[in-house]
């Protein structure tokens, strides 16, 4: 045998009893016996067992492993007589040796390893009760060892609830009120969450985008059909007092200058609802809060009480707060008393010290019941839903008075469910879902009810009201299209249970032509002209008894089914409808594109307020209308093609909007980043400055300073610089940087919002449609020259104004594209036609990217030039003052710190010149573009400089006025568009 055949016997063989003996001469029954031959006088006594195993493992009959040349190393003949106590002893050896090398365990050894292959499972590792049991406690103690290994000790899993338990009604709420204790969930979250991708912002959880592709469906629905919206986050504050006193104190917060304010003649009746932007107390123009809508409650006669209800964002629900607070001087809280909190009476009586268990009566003690909740859990309240805002104490204040002003302030956050619903027929889909309320029968009427509607019943005015609000809401059927309705137009109403008229299956709500038909034409043209009456407007929902009153009397699914399944023909509606059924609603009418020549009302809709508890209540019986449903997504797409500014992302002259860009720039640069640096753009190339966020302050100063000195001959003449000279220009301005401050100064820019002032700038920008094809009515303005020009900019030098462009060729604008200046040379490119493509921008130099490298290198070159240092003797060489890089030990350490801060393909802070840095001079940015799909090219929406829009303009000739260059961060060339302020 070789020598690998040896050690692989030996291997096998070390485990063998010395009982086992293998002949030299042969392996017959275990090598107990040798061959057959020799004399038949040869007997069981003369068989004596060699001691010694055969020294030549290689001799003809002994142990051989594998195939044989001749044939075999076995002898073929048969034993003729064995020995029962040798063969026996022998076996019995091999049997014992091989029980201990199966049951035996070393160190590295797992008790697995005891049973066979078959019988091992993955999950014994976690779960030892998987194990026979005659292994447990090896096991058990196995685990403990490995616990308890190691300074730290491993934590050991908590037992976790079956499914089954998880998902009972009463651990499925607390487990979902645990949740709402950071982010606030909407009525209709769990909804979104199957559906949609969520995210948390502004405190709430909320839904962004759906799972599916539906770009192209929800701009059809907005468009032809029906979007729905949850805008239950919007916060609501209401205000009462005396109308005079309620708008002195909030006339300190707007201006007339920019549109109207809250003593609007057709707000403050309470037939339309307002929108404004709210300034900080006498600050107009600068220090905006955000934009805000209103609603006034309809005058009582005889009564100077109002009520007023102010919905903002929830990113300025705290500043506004603040504000409204020191202009009615309503600073003194009313905090609520923690009586009104007190548990009902059945969990009072759960507070009891519980009974032991030989005082129970044998009654109660059956056997084979499941308990579903603790001893620990018991004397607790059941598991409730959160309904409002669930994550601030029952001790936070959230109702002000004044001693002096009479004023009131609540804060209804989350008491009030507002659905918005965006398109041509939302009131169809609205005249579908809901029904007027209907009266009460004479049996509920005749007795007393804690019911609100069966007391409303019994009073006849209060009826006749009812009755007149139907009508209004039956003539709102014969209308073809929503954005026929003067806007802001507010109907209340009171509705029947949506519930008790749910379809069997979802259909797409249509205008009915024959409820059309009987419609009266002149109640119609009234509602068209003029909207709803003033005292239409009037809805029992300002009322916050009427409010609790429906939404702790709501009727429950469980209850509404039970009842469904009495009724004799399945399917049909309830009858009579049950008293609690009946819901005080308001309909406010929502305004599309009020902006520009093109699209009139694209976008006009209904928003539907409810008394919180009654939002999937709402909720569903509206999808099943077949209206789409949308997220935050679809309302950033929804202004951008309305061309209004979306909130907070353009307004960077709000503290929200200058918050949202710091996030904004946050995210993106993590997002750079993650990507290796042969893989990310170098936007230092392309001559983009800042990608990820838009420098309006800077930005707003260069114009200003330009302006103010007269250089547009200066300016002119840097239009034509070469690359070269560009280049040098920005490397003086850079290092003329270096001193300043990192620090940002607070921002002082300003976004122009004075209607006669955007007036008088949208005719010198000669407004035209989409893609420039048509001129638009400027409206009696006069003509600009350099006196009107310097008058403007006396009043509005530092502001930024919203501008809508227009692609003139094909191309796709993109987040914080650059809009630049475009030159004469570019300007005769045109005149070739709208075909011809920009100009380019020559590629700009890395100045950054030998830095970089020499950080990187650094390190190794210091430690090879200490090693050889030390090896020689020698202290390491400082650079001579004759090297260029040669610095001071503080300019070293500043340096080095610069370079450390330095990232690949993007300009570090502070910035150069933003306005002369490309060969294109930039008058602005751009904070949303995409392809439009109405417009059908692609269209951008931004803010461009006051000073450089007015620069511009003096400039250019007339047949090209407005026309500016566009430009995307990522690319180096530029598209012609057209500039339009819209008013």
């Avoid at 076995?74 to 199966?102: C, D, H, N, Q, W």
């Avoid at 982010?183 to 962004?208: P, Q, S």
Wanted: net charge positive.
């Amino acid at each position: 045998m070789s020598g690998a055949k040896v050690k692989m016997r030996g291997k096998k063989m070390r485990n063998q009893p010395v009982s086992v003996q293998y002949p030299s001469s042969s392996t017959q029954n275990g090598g107990d016996s040798p061959l057959a031959g020799g004399g038949g006088d040869d007997g069981p006594s003369n068989i004596h067992p060699s001691t010694e195993r055969p020294k030549n493992p290689h001799q003809h009959g002994g142990w051989v492993r594998g195939h044989q040349k001749d044939g075999g190393g076995y002898a073929k003949e048969m034993p003729k007589y064995i020995t029962a106590g040798a063969f026996a002893r022998a076996r019995a050896a091999e049997v014992s040796a091989m029980l201990k090398a199966v049951t035996k365990t070393t160190g590295s050894c797992h008790v697995f390893g005891a049973l066979p292959k078959h019988m091992r499972r993955r999950a014994m590792s976690h779960n030892t009760k998987r194990l026979p049991r005659r292994l447990r406690d090896v096991a058990n103690r196995m685990r403990e060892k490995s616990l308890q290994a190691g300074s730290k000790k491993k934590k050991e899993q908590a037992k976790s609830k079956s499914r089954k338990a998880r998902r009972r009604h009463g651990n499925l709420l607390l487990e979902f009120n645990r949740r709402q204790r950071k982010n606030m969930w909407l009525e209709t979250h769990i909804w979104h969450a199957k559906r949609f991708h969520m995210v948390k912002k502004w405190g709430y959880c909320l839904g962004d985008r759906p799972t599916y592709k539906c770009y192209r469906p929800c701009y059809r629905a907005m468009s032809s059909h029906c979007l729905l919206q949850d805008l239950s986050y919007y916060c609501c504050i209401e205000l009462q007092g005396e109308e005079d006193k309620l708008l002195a104190s909030l006339s300190q917060l707007t201006s007339k200058e920019a549109g109207p304010t809250f003593a609007a003649a057709l707000s403050l009746s309470g037939r339309r609802q307002g929108s404004v932007v709210v300034y900080r107390a006498g600050q107009y123009p600068s220090q905006p809060l955000g934009p805000v809508t209103f609603l006034w409650r309809p005058r009582t006669q005889g009564s100077t009480h109002r009520q007023l209800w102010i919905w903002a964002h929830p990113t300025i629900k705290k500043d506004l707060l603040l504000e409204l607070q020191t202009v009615c001087q309503c600073c003194e809280p009313v905090v609520p008393p923690v009586v009104a909190v007190v548990t009902p009476p059945e969990v009072v009586s759960t507070q009891e010290p519980e009974p032991k268990p030989e005082e129970i009566p044998e009654a109660k003690l059956v056997t084979g019941t499941k308990r579903k909740r603790t001893s620990k859990d018991a004397s607790g309240p059941p598991a409730k839903k959160i309904l409002g805002d669930g994550t601030r104490s029952p001790t936070t204040p959230v109702t002000w008075r004044s001693n002096s002003t009479g004023i009131i302030i609540n804060d209804l956050t989350l008491e009030i469910v507002r659905y918005r619903l965006i398109g041509p027929q939302s009131h169809s889909v609205l005249a579908e879902t809901l029904e007027a309320a209907t009266d009460c029968n004479e049996m509920n009427k005749s007795q007393p009810s804690s019911l609100w509607w069966p007391e409303h019943c019994k009073d006849e005015e209060k009826m006749n009201l009812h009755q007149q609000q139907a009508g209004v809401y039956h003539t709102l059927k014969g209308i073809y299209s929503t954005g026929e309705l003067p806007s802001g137009t507010v109907l209340g109403l009171t509705v029947d249970d949506p519930r008790l008229t749910l379809p069997t299956k979802k259909v797409k709500a249509l205008p009915c032509v024959k409820q059309a038909q009987e419609v009266d034409e002149e109640k119609r043209r009234e509602l068209m002209l003029r909207g709803a009456p003033e005292h239409c407007c009037q809805s029992y929902l300002w009322e916050q008894s009427v409010r609790d009153n429906v939404t702790d009397n709501k009727i429950s699914e469980q209850e509404l089914n039970r009842m469904r399944s009495e009724v004799l023909v399945p399917g049909s509606r309830l009858s009579p409808t049950p008293p609690q059924g009946r819901v005080p609603i308001l309909l406010v009418h929502q305004p599309g594109k009020q902006v520009g020549h093109e699209m009139s009302s694209w976008g006009a809709g209904w928003d539907l307020l409810l008394p919180k508890g009654w939002g999937m209540a709402f909720w569903v019986p509206l999808m099943y209308r077949g209206v789409r449903i949308g997220g935050l997504n679809m309302s950033l797409k929804h202004s951008q093609n309305k061309g209004a500014p979306h909130f907070p992302h353009d307004y960077p002259d709000c503290p929200a909007g200058a918050r949202f860009q710091e996030e904004q720039e946050a995210e993106f640069l993590d997002k750079f980043k993650r990507r290796p640096p042969a893989k990310r753009t170098n936007y230092i190339k392309h001559g983009c400055l800042a990608p990820f966020r838009c420098p309006w302050q800077q930005l707003a100063e260069e114009w200003e300073l330009i302006s103010r000195e007269g250089g547009e001959e200066r300016r002119g003449d840097r239009q034509t610089q070469t690359t070269t000279e560009a280049a040098t220009v920005m490397e003086e301005e850079m290092t003329s940087r270096r001193d300043i401050s990192v620090t940002k100064p607070q921002s002082c820019v300003t976004v122009l919002r004075n209607r006669k002032s955007l007036r008088l700038l949208s005719g010198w920008c000669r407004p035209t449609t989409s893609k420039g094809q048509k001129l638009c009515r400027a409206g009696g303005v006069p003509p600009l020259d350099r006196s009107a020009a310097t008058a403007f900019l006396t009043a509005h030098g530092m502001s930024l104004v919203w501008v809508r462009l227009s692609l003139l060729s094909k191309g796709k604008p993109e987040l914080h594209a650059m809009v630049c200046v475009p030159t004469a040379d570019d300007l005769q490119l045109l005149n070739k036609g709208l075909s011809s493509s920009g100009p380019q921008e020559p590629p700009h130099r890395d100045h950054f990217k030998s830095r970089i490298k020499r950080r990187k290198k650094g390190p190794k070159k210091a430690a090879t030039s200490a090693l050889s240092s030390k090896t020689e003797g020698k202290e390491p060489e400082l650079p001579t003052a004759s090297e260029p890089n040669s610095t001071t030990s503080e300019d070293t350490k500043s340096s080095s710190q610069s370079s450390s801060n330095l990232i690949f393909g993007l300009w570090p802070d502070p910035l150069p010149s933003v306005t002369s840095h490309c060969s294109r001079v930039t008058v602005g940015w751009v904070t949303q573009g995409d392809f439009s799909l109405s417009a059908g090219c692609g269209e951008a929406l931004g803010f461009v400089s006051v000073a450089g829009l007015l620069n511009t303009l003096l400039n250019q000739p007339t047949e090209h006025r407005g026309t500016l260059l566009l430009r995307n961060p990522t690319s180096l060339h530029y598209r012609f568009a057209k500039i339009n302020i819209e008013v």
